[in-house]
């Protein structure tokens, strides 16, 4: 799956014009607490969440994943798109809740990539 | 025998937004001189919980580093109110922090546990009323 594909799948709207979207991705988890991400994640391309702000950006980045999707509606600032955007980081938006956004990915043959997934 | 590489950060206490810009140096420095990927994953994710917990209860503080070719040691030091019991603060989900600190997506009680997991050594003193020094190292 390709970033473009997250895009079509949810649909999503894309914050950050000049990202690759033919990236392929094959793992995800979807969390609003970032100390989980901290501590459960491994591998995993794509981040899923529902907070908003810089520590986001920063999670990912510590974790090199490639890929945020702000669900729920939620829009992220421009100072995070920005953070986001020095990282080489795509950003997200789709109005989708978690549940419904992590399902139709999961369909579509994103994996949690946990030992338990 | 060639000399460590040192770098210094400091942690301002009251800015949260801000929390996380050591650790994304030294994540890209480490990048740039080589390091193994690995070894800057566990150095980078260790060091950013660290400077949360800076930001969340310690109103900021210092952090020590240095490189050599065995090791990544990282030192934290602050000023901060300390940790009465250190057993209860290594527990996984156990935390003290505020709905506030919580909203921002920190506060599970991972904090410490994480930094501990990512490091392959780390050792931790703290002073009720005087502050906290946590020694972390990723070996290479």
């Known amino acids: 799956m390709t970033i473009q594909d997250i895009m079509q799948l949810l649909p999503a709207e894309l914050l950050t014009a000049d990202a690759r979207l033919d990236t392929q991705v094959h793992n995800a988890c979807g969390s609003d607490m970032m100390s989980d991400v901290l501590a ?78 | 025998m060639t000399e460590p590489i040192r770098l210094e950060y400091t942690v301002p206490g009251d800015d949260f937004t801000r929390a996380g810009e050591a650790s994304a140096d030294l994540k890209h420095t480490l990048k740039r001189m080589g390091f193994p990927p690995e070894a800057i994953r566990k150095a980078s994710i260790a060091l950013y919980e660290g400077e949360i917990n800076l930001v969340i209860h310690a109103g900021g503080g210092q952090i020590f580093v240095e490189l050599t070719p065995e090791a990544i040691r990282m030192r934290l030091e602050d000023e901060g109110p300390g940790i009465p019991d250190i057993g209860l603060a290594m527990q996984e989900g156990y935390s003290t922090a505020s709905e506030q600190v919580r909203s921002l997506g920190f506060g599970a009680g991972m904090g410490l546990p994480n930094m ?23 070996l290479l």
Do not use: W
Request: glycine content about 10%.
């Open chain 2, 116 to 138: 501990k997991r990512y490091s392959d050594e780390f050792f931790i003193e703290s002073q009720p009323g005087q502050g906290t020094t946590i020694q972390m190292n990723v």
């Open chain 1, 40 to 117: 459960f994640v491994k591998d995993q391309a794509v981040l899923l969440t529902g907070l908003n702000n810089p520590q986001v950006v920063r999670t990912a980045d510590m974790m090199d994943m490639v890929c945020i999707v702000f669900v729920r509606g939620k829009r992220p600032s421009p100072e995070v798109l920005e953070l986001a955007k020095q990282r080489g980081i795509a950003v997200l938006a789709t109005r989708r809740t978690m549940f419904s956004a992590c399902g139709i990915l999961y369909q579509a043959g994103l994996r949690g990539g946990g030992g338990h997934d």
